[in-house]
């Protein structure tokens, strides 16, 4: 068990705000995947949480069609949909464990309200966003500042269909982290090529993307 009864009832509590079903859907293959079987377990008990809360487990390879639906690449991968089904590019990779849950549950009650915290201002900037961006943020566990920049990531992929936000658990995918040179997290990677270190503010943030989208129409 990772969610005791004390845990149980602070998330029982948290989730009462929710007034739309969310959907969380696993993609999995325990065979050849570390950590699988641990994350399917964190989301199976928070499932268990809410009668708001429901919990699909996909094979990556046998439902090879969702996957690519969804846009996912990897695993373990843990997609959230709306009550219409409706994916919004918000992708977990690797296991929301430790500071990570809480982005989990952030994402959860954002889904499940309509609600980003943003301001009206500030959300019809990110609506506005014309063009394609693919925003990675690669988190540890033990890291308390990742949160900030995961939510904020999602929140702009819930704001605006153009805008894919993956959470990437840094140690669960080494190649990745690597590749995009990531020395600290938060790391955030806009569009392969512009990159923020640690929890910006929003607006910053979006200063960003909007740098990453002008340095390619330059």
């Known amino acids: 068990m990772y969610l005791d009864d004390q845990i149980k009832t602070e998330l029982k509590k948290q989730l009462s705000v929710l007034t739309k079903n969310v959907k969380m859907i696993f993609f999995t293959q325990e065979l050849e995947c570390q950590y699988c079987s641990e994350t399917k377990a964190i989301l199976t008990e928070l499932s268990e949480v809410s009668d708001k809360l429901t919990l699909e487990v996909k094979n990556f390879v ?17 997609v959230l949909l709306d009550e219409s089904d409706k994916g919004y590019g918000i992708i977990f990779y690797g296991i929301p464990s430790g500071y990570e849950f809480a982005s989990l549950l952030e994402d959860i ?17 990110v609506k506005n966003i014309n063009d394609e961006v693919h925003m990675q943020v690669f988190v540890t566990p033990t890291c308390p500042h990742c949160p900030q ?52 503010p929003e607006q910053m943030v979006f200063d960003k993307m909007k740098e990453a989208l002008n340095a390619v129409t330059a």
């Open 109 to 125: 009650k954002m889904l499940g309200t309509g609600k980003t915290g943003f301001s009206e201002e500030f959300e019809s900037q």
């Open 62 to 78: 046998v439902d090879k069609t969702d996957a690519e639906k969804f846009g996912v690449d990897k695993i373990p991968a843990t």
């Open 149 to 200: 920049a995961v939510v904020t990531a999602h929140k702009f992929a819930y704001l605006n269909d153009k805008i894919k936000s993956d959470m990437v658990e840094a140690t669960e995918f080494p190649h990745l982290s690597q590749k995009y040179n990531v020395r600290g997290v938060p790391r955030t990677v806009i569009n392969e090529n512009t990159f923020i270190e640690g929890a910006a």
